[in-house]
């Protein structure tokens, strides 16, 4: 298995610009995360999706940031217009309906600066 | 203040040692308990899993959850090299999947 698969690993832009993320699950995860690391404030998490429908997004920051999956093997998180305080390491997490332990098995992120 | 509090470190530790790495929380609604271990530029993997209170002992690994003092901590017995990462701490309220709450993380290094 080849994990969760993240595309870019590194994006630098310059404020203003529209950014796309990417996120392939793991295959048969019904479950679809989207997490933000920066040092002040962690890891937080800013969507999550279920069968393909977003499910809870309280934690995107504001109304740049929109997440869309339009099939179980896809996913992406876009900024627009970016900005420098959004700059952080992005992760996109997965899991299965079943399990008992219900892990989320994250990617390997993506670092984002924006100058 | 945050929900989830983590002394950020950095720990650091001779070869052998037992660590000791805890969070403190605030929402007493918490029934899930996690340690996450995440390595330099990787995502973060799960290390251990506990339901309300409690020990669980995995390996050199152990977790403890005093729920009435909203504390957690986790233990780690002859520490490795190989253990130098950040530990997250991460909590939920209801189905343990979903919506977790973290920790800022602690960096540890364990020096050969």
């Known amino acids: 298995d080849a994990g969760v698969i993240q595309s870019p690993r590194h994006e630098v832009t310059e404020m203003g610009q529209e950014v796309t993320l990417r996120c392939k699950p793991i295959s048969g995860h019904d479950y679809l995360f989207w997490y933000r690391q920066t040092m002040m404030r962690g890891l937080e998490l800013l969507i999550y999706f279920n069968n393909n429908v977003p499910i809870d997004d309280s934690g995107m920051p504001e109304d740049r940031f929109s997440a869309k999956m339009p099939n179980a093997s896809f996913s992406t998180l876009k900024i627009q217009p970016s900005e420098p305080r959004d700059s952080a390491v992005y992760f996109c997490?997965?899991?299965?309906?079943?399990?008992?332990?219900?892990?989320?098995?994250f990617g390997p992120g993506t670092r984002l600066t924006v100058l | 203040q945050k929900e989830v509090e983590q002394d950020p470190g950095p720990l650091s530790v001779p070869e052998g040692a037992i660590v000791s790495l805890n969070c403190t929380y605030s929402?007493?609604?918490?029934?899930?308990f996690m340690w996450y271990r995440q390595y330099s530029r990787k995502g973060p993997e799960l290390l251990m899993y506990?339901?309300?209170?409690g020990n669980k002992e995995d390996g050199r690994f152990t977790a403890q959850v005093d729920k009435s003092s909203k504390y957690i901590s986790l233990f780690i017995r002859d520490s490795q090299p190989s253990d130098s990462a950040t530990y997250l701490c991460?909590?939920?309220?209801?189905?343990?999947?979903?919506?977790?709450?973290f920790g800022g993380g602690t960096r540890l290094m364990v020096k050969p």
């Open positions: 997490a997965s899991r299965p309906t079943s399990g008992s332990l219900n892990e989320q098995f």
């Open positions: 506990t339901y309300s209170s």
């Open positions: 991460a909590m939920s309220v209801g189905n343990a999947g979903n919506m977790l709450t």
């Open positions: 929402n007493s609604a918490f029934q899930y």
